[in-house]
Structures are given as C-alpha cells and as structure tokens.
DNA sequence: CTTTGGATCGTCT
DNA sequence: GACGATCCAAAGG
C-alpha cells in the first residue's frame, strides 16, 4: 500500500482519469478499488462546474492537484472527485464507481436499506460517496497528506489495458466526448446507461 | 429485467 | 426562479 506524490496528480483528466482505475480510496476501516471515473476539463469542458469561472462552490477545483473536491446536487446528494492539472487549472476526475474492499459493516450502515447487495453500496457517484461518510466538511480535503482521514492508495494493481471507455453519464451538454473510463466487468460499475 | 416520476435544496442566472 | 456530474421505489413486461 502506497501513497501517490503530489506529481502524480498534477497531469490532464483525460490523463488521470484511466490511471486512477484500480486504484483504492481508503477513509479508516472503508476501502474501495475506484473502477468508474469521468475526466472534466474545467474552463474548456462545458459539462464542467468551472466551466463559466471560479465561484464559491468550485473554489477546491482551481486550488492544488490532489485534494478533493465535494459537491452538493439533486438537494440530496454529494459527489467526489480528484482535483488534478496544475494550481489554478479547474480540472478534475469524478469518482463514480468503487468496489468494496474493507469497512464493509460500516458502509452498509452508512447506506441503509436501500443497499441491498454489497454491489449496491458503492456503484454510483452519489451511493460511494455515502458509503465513504463524505460531505461537504470533506471539501479539499488532501488526499496525499491524508490530513481529514482521506487518501488514495496503491496497492500494486495495475490499471486495465484498455479500459472501457464511453460518454460520461447524466451531462446534457458534450455528449460526444468520451471521458467515461471503467474496468469493464468490475463490481462497482454502475449500471445507468452511457452514450455508446 | 426496464422505464418512469418524485424527492429536495444549494447554487447561479 | 430554474436546474442539476443522482437515487430509489413502484409499476409494467
């Protein structure tokens, strides 16, 4: 199990994204492999939040590569992602499938009833980030110093060659671009439907 | 198995 | 005032 430098993180999405694949997100006894990503460009990538500029809401994704950026939507849900590229690059790869590994009890308390599989604790952006226990208080949290009990790992697994890859889901804008990356077959994946 | 509609509120226009 | 980088229960095949 080792942590990633902070170079690691300071590349494109596009680039990031496929490499994050197999990797683990650890918080406490809680371990997931990340199996699904989505890269977002920032000011370039109209299906991104910094697209239109840095507000209140997307400060974390224009600070340092490495951190975390959460985000609130739906009024009911927070979505994590690795905020990446240079400083003052809005540019980050969203998390939105991880296999269980460990602290298995733990995110079935966190997720309820409405989990009724262990393939359904972590299987969609909104669901891994209530596995995990994250919120908003985990906004640019530093996932290589692990300084609010985050961080991402490596366990020696290598990424898949070649991931699947496909149009990023839930976006009405850029439906042509293919920044989805998966481990094709993994348990985690979600199953909504992507642009083929 | 698939499809559909409701929940629910912070954020930006 | 509208709309989400979503999830879930319910209903239909």
Redesign the pocket.
Same mark, same amino acid.
């Given at each position: 199990m080792v942590a990633f430098p902070r170079a690691f993180f300071a590349v494109d999405s596009v680039e990031l994204a496929p490499l994050l694949l197999n990797k683990l997100i650890v918080r406490g006894e809680r371990v997931g492999r990340i199996v699904e990503v989505?890269a977002?460009a920032g000011a370039a990538d109209p299906?991104?939040?910094?697209f239109?500029g840095p507000?209140? *809401?997307?400060a974390t994704?224009f600070g340092p590569p490495g951190h975390l950026?959460v985000?609130?939507?739906?009024?009911?849900?927070f979505?994590a992602?690795v905020v990446c590229g240079p400083e003052g690059e809005a540019s980050?790869v969203?998390l939105?499938g991880l296999t269980p590994l460990g602290g298995l009890e733990e995110m079935r308390a966190a *997720?309820?009833?409405?989990?009724r599989l262990d393939r359904?604790l972590t299987?969609?952006?909104?669901?891994?980030c209530?596995a995990l226990g994250l919120d *908003?208080s985990f906004d640019g949290a530093d996932l290589v110093t692990g300084d609010r009990g985050v961080e991402v790992a490596d366990d020696g697994t290598a990424p898949p060659s070649p991931p699947g890859v496909s149009g *990023?889901?839930?976006?009405?804008v850029a439906a042509d671009v293919r920044w989805r990356f998966y481990v094709p077959g993994a348990a985690g994946v979600?199953?909504?439907?992507a642009a083929p």
């Open positions: 989505e977002y299906a991104s939040h910094a239109r507000t209140a *809401r997307n994704m950026y985000y609130f939507t739906y009024g009911m849900h979505c992602n980050a969203l939105r *997720r309820g009833p409405a989990a359904d299987n969609g952006p909104g669901k891994l209530q *908003r *990023r889901i839930g976006v009405s979600s199953r909504a439907r």
